[in-house]
Nanobody, 124 residues
Framework: EVQLVESGGALVQAGGSLRLSCRTS????????VGWFRQAPGKEGEGVAC????????YYADSVKGRFTISRDKAKNTVYLQMNRLKPEDTAVYYC?????????????????WGQGTQVTVSS
């Protein structure tokens, strides 16, 4: 059974940092890409970052490029999203998801498995 469980969300001041974790089970990073998405109230969902299967190529949305870093630890079956220089507009529920697509899929429709989400709130 495929499972993804996010953790690490919190309330943080603007300019601060957080690291989100996505603990995964039931699939291999050799065959599945993992992405981070976010959903803010009243806004469309956004693909934030992705790490591909196999070699681990990465993708970042322009809105987070240079501030967020996605990584994975195969031994711990965990994908991380390090978020630095946080802004109030980063406030959202963050979800991790798994996709069997090759490369760095950016469309949520390309992902088959999703976690339950973790809330990130950035105060100004």
């Amino acid at each position: 059974e495929v499972q993804l469980v996010e953790s690490g969300g919190a309330l943080v001041q603007a300019g601060g940092s957080l690291r989100l974790s996505c603990r995964t089970s039931g699939f291999s990073y050799e065959h599945y890409a993992v992405g981070w998405f976010r959903q803010a109230p009243g806004k469309e969902g956004e693909g934030v970052a992705c790490i591909s299967s196999g070699l681990g190529d990465t993708y970042y949305a322009d809105s987070v490029k240079g501030r967020f870093t996605i990584s994975r630890d195969k031994a711990k079956n965990t994908v991380y999203l390090q978020m630095n220089r946080l802004k109030p507009e980063d406030t959202a529920v963050y979800y991790c998801a798994a996709s069997a697509r090759i490369g760095t899929p950016t469309d949520g429709n390309e992902y088959s498995y999703w976690g339950q989400g973790t809330q990130v709130t950035v105060s100004s």
